[in-house]
């Protein structure tokens, strides 16, 4: 294997750990619920598949039988992934997550509210 292939699967690791780092800050630091499901979502498929790219790329490389695992895992992540965080925020509009308490220390500025998908409002329940 050249320097060039090497130095490019060690760039692809680089980058994979950079989205899961900042995925993983995302869903600790942000403060509401649609905010930290936007950041693993995120980390999922760019940290991940870069990671499992240079998987790929390294037993390639080395001339080793081809794996598929690695094309599945991927296959089965980027399929997953969207359809999960779909679930969990159609799950948080029907439990309302929007209206929960704020946080302590926390700002209503810092909350970003989206619009309801059925235009109800508060004070119809």
Not at 23 to 46: D, M, Q
Not at 50 to 77: K, M, N, T, W
Request: aromatic fraction near 8%.
């Amino acid at each position: 294997m050249s320097v060039f292939w090497e130095l490019l699967l060690v760039a692809l690791l680089l980058v994979g750990s950079f989205f899961i780092l900042m995925g993983g800050i995302s869903l600790v630091r942000l403060s509401e619920f649609f905010k930290r499901l936007h950041g693993p979502t995120k980390a999922s498929t760019l940290g991940v598949g870069c990671v499992l790219a240079a998987s790929v790329g390294y037993h390639l490389f080395i001339g080793s039988d081809p794996q598929p695992r690695e094309l599945l895992i991927a296959a089965f992540l980027f399929i997953t992934a969207p359809i999960s965080a779909h679930l969990m925020s159609k799950a948080a509009l029907s439990l309302r997550m929007d209206e929960r308490p704020q946080l302590p220390g926390k700002s209503d500025e810092d909350t970003h509210v989206p619009p309801r998908p059925d235009g109800g409002d508060d004070e119809a329940i």
